[in-house]
């Protein structure tokens, strides 16, 4: 079975400052992990993607994360915040069988502070 | 390149009732999966259709059932209608090719159920 934890429900952070979203997972095989963005009353928007290549995967608008499979983490990342940031970011997890089925984490709110 | 639509936006149905959610798929695209998204939690595997045929199930009771068409196009339906199936639900499409690929979501449909 798969699984992932997102550590924290709520982030705060000043605007141009780092940001950090921390992101456990578990999975019996080798997994393929995934952030995804929602904006308030929108669709969820692909940030990036691991899928067994390099560890550390950029993504879009800034925002990286890096696969630390020692640790089972795939924590994002960006040096810089910036208002428009401000959403839900949702850690998922995928692997073999059941046609890619996602398996998402309960989101974590980041709030940025002007 | 169309994306992922999905129709209507909002719906409101009282207990008991039946509804149809629909879904288009991304050009090119021949997989849909629907999840479902309880206010304040990450979205929930509901299930995902693969060439018009249901290739993996979450835990979800049969009163929750779909379809897809030969134009890849899909249908969420949802008998008897309960308080608890208030929620967003996304739609998303993808092309599996053997590994984990990233699925494109839509807007959602937003149904509440009084």
């Known amino acids: 079975a798969q699984s992932v934890t997102q550590l924290d429900s709520h982030v705060s952070v000043s605007e141009g400052t780092p940001v950090l979203l921390r992101c456990n997972y578990s999975s019996s095989y080798s997994p393929s992990l995934f952030w995804y963005v929602q904006h308030p009353n929108k669709g969820l928007q692909l940030l990036l993607k691991y899928t067994s290549a390099a560890t550390l995967v950029k993504g879009i608008n800034g925002f990286e994360a890096e696969f630390k499979k020692s640790e089972t983490s795939f924590h994002l990342t960006k040096p810089s915040a910036h208002m428009s940031d401000a959403a839900e970011y949702f850690c998922v997890v995928s692997g073999l069988g059941y046609g890619n089925k996602l398996v998402f984490g309960a989101g974590t709110i980041l709030r940025v502070k002007s | 390149e169309t994306g992922v639509t999905q129709s209507p936006t909002h719906l409101i149905k009282t207990r008991g009732q039946q509804v149809t959610l629909r879904c288009s798929s991304q050009?090119?695209?021949?997989?849909v999966s629907w999840y479902q998204q309880a206010l304040g939690q990450g979205p929930q595997f509901i299930f995902q259709y693969y060439r018009e045929e249901e290739n993996g199930r979450g835990n979800f009771p049969p009163r929750f059932s779909g379809l897809q068409f030969p134009n890849y196009s899909s249908e969420l339906n949802v008998n008897a209608l309960e308080l608890d199936d208030s929620a967003l639900y996304l739609c998303a499409s993808s092309f599996p090719s053997g590994r984990a690929n990233e699925q494109f979501f839509g807007p959602g449909t937003r149904l509440t159920v009084l």
């Open positions: 050009s090119g695209h021949n997989t």
